[in-house]
């Protein structure tokens, strides 16, 4: 999507159009309780941003669904002599706490403290629990290609990244499902809060969804122009 294109990108704002994607990140639980965790990590949060936790236990793997309630600063990671990188800290509420899956939670909270506790009671944990968090956001797509979108993200990613991809181009059909890769990511300026612009080349996908994607950018009004 940089250089030399191989397919005209078509303008799609204000169409409709949505990607839902997906990345993993590895974070340290602080405390917990049945109704929600603090994380500290290396990578921003969202606020109000949806994820999804992975608690590995010995024999199964327990997934939570939370939202970002809040998100600050708190320290630096060092690198290098030369560079180091923020730290955050953010506060999760679970969203699955009236589940079958609560049970799971408070028997993933025993093991780790080999005691039970009930209720909302946060809990701090004496050694930071290290856990994988799912992170989806639904971005509004700027233009589309053949080959690729422009999205608007909250998130910066990194150049190369792959993750998984979900392209709704109307809401009555099921969304376009293949892998993506960033192939660069600028800051949006002119925003009033902070914003990304990220151009994703899709990868891995199928026939039939490469098919509909081709009906899709046929179908499109020739008025709005080729970039």
């Known amino acids: 999507m940089v250089g030399k294109r191989k397919h005209s990108r078509y303008v799609v704002v204000g169409m409709g159009v949505f990607a839902k994607t997906t990345h993993k990140t590895e974070v340290e639980i602080l405390d917990i309780s049945i109704g929600g965790c603090s994380v500290r990590g290396t990578r921003r949060f969202c606020m109000n ?33 030369e560079e180091a990188m923020p730290v955050y800290t953010a506060g999760i509420q679970f969203k699955d706490v ?87 990511c600028n800051e949006t300026p002119e925003k009033t809060r902070q914003r990304y612009s990220v151009g994703v080349e899709f990868m891995d996908m199928g026939g039939e969804d490469t098919f509909r994607l081709g009906e899709f950018i046929e179908s499109l009004p020739t008025d709005i122009g080729a970039l």
């Open 49 to 81: 941003g949806e994820y999804v936790f992975r608690f590995e236990l010995s024999d199964r793997v327990i997934s939570m669904k939370g939202s970002i309630v809040w998100e600050k600063m708190t320290g630096v990671k060092k690198i290098s002599e």
């Open 98 to 184: 009236l589940t079958e899956k609560t049970l799971e939670l408070k028997g993933f909270i025993a093991d780790k403290l080999k005691e039970y506790r009930l209720g909302s009671v946060r809990i701090k944990l004496h050694t930071p629990e290290k856990t994988v968090l799912n992170y989806m956001e639904t971005c509004v797509v700027k233009d589309i290609s053949l080959g690729g979108i422009q999205i608007e993200a909250e998130q910066e990613a990194l150049v190369e990244t792959v993750f998984s991809l979900e392209l709704a181009l109307t809401e009555d059909e099921r969304p376009i499902q293949c892998k993506g890769r960033v192939a660069f």
